[in-house]
């Protein structure tokens, strides 16, 4: 991020380089900003961990989607080697790449990102991995079952946590098979069965849900029916899909 008034410096810098010939244009609110009250900063609950891990994975041109177009394009407005100074036009559809779907996604009054409280999104994670079974069958589903498997090893799941699902599915990006997408134009990968959706709403007290591949849903089950999609987004929940480095 430039701090206020750089972006103002580098506009007038590019645009004796011919800018506005690419149609830029800036408006700047230092001086909303500056009439604001001072705030003290608050004291966050101190927080400790051993290592950081990014589980998200780096947007490309041709990432692959969830409709096998392409969803995020990158042009370039002006070049340092012209005009001393780098800036891009992103053109992207919402769900590309890692991303967060909100009840807003599937439900005509859920909150939207920016409503959900920062609280509700910094929360422990549970990994439950059906990497194994997906290799054998990229329709195959977490279950309850799958659910209350990890909790016999690992003890409940953690209030207000989010549960993932490790398909291995994150290994293959770059690779057909993430999409899955078959001749019939049906995506074959794995996902939440809606019966693991309803447990963790009605049984557990869990925050959100993520996953390795293109939806929350199974691949055939992405295929307009969006069942998982529906029932945990309209219960006021967030989901996270395309996540990498499980």
Request: aromatic share 8%.
């Amino acid at each position: 991020m430039c701090p206020p008034g750089c972006l103002h410096s580098i506009c007038e810098n590019a645009t004796r380089r011919g800018l506005l010939k690419a149609g830029f244009t800036l408006g700047l609110g230092a001086a909303a900003v500056a009439a604001l009250p001072a705030v003290p900063p608050a004291q966050a609950a101190p927080i400790s961990f051993t290592d950081t891990v990014d589980l998200s994975h780096a947007l490309y041109e041709g990432f692959p989607t969830f409709s096998g177009e392409k969803w995020f394009t990158v042009e370039h407005l002006v070049t340092f080697a012209k005009d001393k100074v780098n800036l891009n036009r992103w053109t992207i559809v919402e769900h590309s790449g890692t991303h967060m779907d909100a009840p807003i996604h599937f439900s005509a009054d859920g909150m939207t990102a920016d409503l959900i409280p920062i609280a509700d999104l910094i929360v422990p994670v549970a990994i439950i991995n059906i990497a194994a079974r997906a290799a054998e069958n990229a329709d195959t589903a977490l279950t309850p079952d799958d659910i209350k498997a990890w909790e016999s090893k690992n003890g409940p799941l953690p209030e207000g946590c989010c549960v993932v699902m490790n398909s291995g599915w994150h290994k293959l990006v770059g690779d057909p098979k993430f999409a899955g997408r078959d001749d019939q134009k049906k995506n074959h990968t794995p996902g939440f069965h809606v019966e693991a959706a309803q447990f963790l709403i009605n049984e557990r007290k869990v925050k959100g849900i993520g996953v390795d591949t293109l939806s929350l849903d199974t691949g055939l089950n992405s295929s307009g029916a969006f069942p998982v999609h529906y029932e945990w987004l309209g219960s006021g929940r967030w989901g996270v899909e395309c996540l990498a480095n499980l």
